[in-house]
Structure formats: C-alpha cells, structure tokens
C-alpha cells in the first residue's frame, strides 16, 4: 500500500523533480555505502558523498579514491551506472530548457505574473502600443492575446504570448486574468465588420466574467453595437472608423503642409487628455483662474464637464461648481 502510494507521487512529480531526487538519492546511497566499507579512507558521512558525486559525474579530483577491492567494485558500479544517470539528467534539462523556449514563443506557456496589461489581437496597433509602453512603461508586463498567430518569437517581443481564443476560458486562465489590472481588445480586420464586432463583445463578456474588477477597453467598428459592447462590460469603447473618417474629412477640405494627422500623432505622443475632479480651493472661482491653477503645475486646461455636458470652449469668467471635473493635457509621464 505505502509502495503504491510512494510509486504514484514519485510518477506526478515534474520530471526535473524526479530526477534530481533520483541523482541524489543514487548518490547518498554510494556516498554513506562507501563510509562504511572503507571507514579510514571516508571517515565521514560527507567525504562518501562528496566522493559519488565526483565520481559519477567524471570530474574526478582523485583527493580521496577507495582502496579496498570491495569499494573498487563500489567505483566500478558507480561508474558504470552513476555517470549515465548524470549525462541523462543533463540531456534533460537542456532538451527541457530548449522546450520552454519553444512553448513560449509558440503561445503554450501560462502566464504567472500579475499587474499586467492583456491586449486581445496581434496587428499593427497592438505593435504600436506595445512600442509606447516599452518607451513609457518598460517594467510593465503584457500579455498578448491570439489565436491567428502560430509563433511569436519572445526574444524579438517584451511580452507574454498566449495562443487561443480570447473569449473561451481556458484561454483567460492561460493569461492569469485574475490578476489583470486592464485588458484592451483590439479589432482585427479580414472578416465583416458586424463579425468582429460581435467577437467583441463575445471576447468582453468572457472577460468581465473572469474579473469583475478588469478594467476593459474595447475597438468597435460599427455605430450600432457600441451600446451592445457597453452592455457586454466594456469601460472605454473606441469607434475607430469615427476617428479615421474625422480625419479624411480634414485632409480633403484643409490642405496645409503639414497634414492634420502627422500634427495629432506627434501631439498624442508627448500630451495625454485627462479628465479630473475639480480641486476644492477652486470651487466658486472662476474658469480663468482653474486656468492659471493648473497652469502652475505645467498643465493645460481645454474645458470642463459638468454632468455629461462638456464645453470646450468656456467663457473664463463661469463660475467653478463642486461637481465639476477638469479637462487637463499634461505631459505623458
């Protein structure tokens, strides 16, 4: 009985596990063997071991050797089945190391850390995030979401790659969505516009569902299911077809030299908008001097929201009221 069950843990162990205990269980057992067999020679527990593992493993110092035929014979039995233990061990851990390598950049490895970013399809704006967060935030971990990808080389990406649907569970758990803190989904293009969408908001569900407390930013590219991703859990839904069209209509009736997104795109890489509670000392002032407040702080103000109601464009002498919140651009720290 006690056999069986000592059979079965030894079996379930990892095999780096199992082993290493073999390696120096063999050892000990050698090691303690030829202590007692030649006492003057090994007078100690330790001298035995240290004796095996130089033995097996043919460093062979030749500080302490066996001089009885009885611990020759020990050697010769040593030799002949310790060094190949060893070499076996060895081929196992580098053949194991050469695995993982190959898992991680395949997608088939777990991720365990946690406070990470995960981003949901592999395209040209997830590059690009991934770029900024590198620059800005480069001891923040990500994880990467897909399952178009069959390989992602890791050493060419700072990131965690898991391949698999984004919206089945077993994938989440691969990504340790317990601990994220935010997870973006990006669209990916190739397939109708309504499809994507509806993965969307599938991809969201599964999310929310995983982490209540996840803090979720979603692409949508059709007007009608932004309402439907909001529903489904999303925090922030970005319709990028209204931005890229936005611009478009720009660039045909505004024809400067400098084209208006070469403009955004270097605005959006140095300032950040932000929304903020306004500060009580300025409650009952005025805009202008919200203006000149945050102005000492090497920020910018653009308006304000009261509400839902957002003016961008405030007359400087309207009063502050407390529920107000202030729209700052401040340098992207």
């Not at 800005?136 to 391949?163: A, G, M, N, W």
């Not at 660039?251 to 208006?260: G, I, M």
């Amino acid at each position: 009985m006690v056999t069986q069950f000592l059979r079965r843990f030894y079996f379930r162990l990892p095999i780096f596990i199992r082993l290493f205990s073999t390696v120096l269980f063999v050892m000990l057992v050698f090691g303690i063997s030829m202590h007692y067999i030649e006492p003057k020679q090994f007078p100690t527990f330790f001298d035995g071991i240290w004796w095996a593992f130089v033995t097996a493993s043919t460093v062979g110092y030749g500080d302490i050797i066996p001089e009885t035929l009885h611990g020759k014979i020990l050697a010769i039995i040593l030799i002949l089945s310790g060094a190949g233990l060893f070499t076996f061990y060895l081929a196992t851990i580098a053949a194991g190391t050469v695995k993982y390598t190959q898992d991680l950049s395949k997608g088939l490895t777990d991720f365990k850390g946690s406070n990470h970013i995960i981003i949901v399809g592999w395209n040209e704006r997830a590059r690009t995030l991934l770029q900024r967060l590198t620059e800005k935030h480069p001891e923040q971990p990500v994880v990467l979401i897909d399952q178009t990808l069959t390989q992602l080389p890791y050493r060419e990406h700072p990131l965690h790659f898991i391949r698999g649907d984004a919206s089945e569970d077993k994938t989440l758990q691969k990504a340790n969505i317990q601990q994220a803190t935010t997870a973006i989904i990006t669209a990916n293009a190739g397939k109708n516009e309504k499809q994507i969408d509806y993965l969307t908001i599938l991809t969201t569900i599964a999310l929310r569902g995983n982490n209540p407390n996840l803090h979720i930013v979603a692409e949508v590219l059709t007007h009608n299911q932004k309402e439907n991703l909001r529903r489904a859990g999303a925090d922030v839904v970005i319709r990028t077809n209204d931005f890229v069209s936005t611009l478009f209509f720009h660039e045909v009736y505004h024809k400067e030299k400098k084209s208006h997104l070469e403009l955004l795109l270097h605005f959006l890489k140095e300032q950040e908008i932000r929304v903020i509670p306004l500060p009580s000392e300025l409650v009952g002032k005025s805009y202008f001097e919200a203006n000149r407040y945050f102005a000492r702080k090497d920020k910018t103000t653009i308006g304000y929201m009261r509400g839902t109601n957002m003016d961008m464009s405030p007359d400087f002498q309207e009063p502050m009221h407390i529920e107000d919140s202030i729209i700052i651009l401040q340098h992207i720290e």
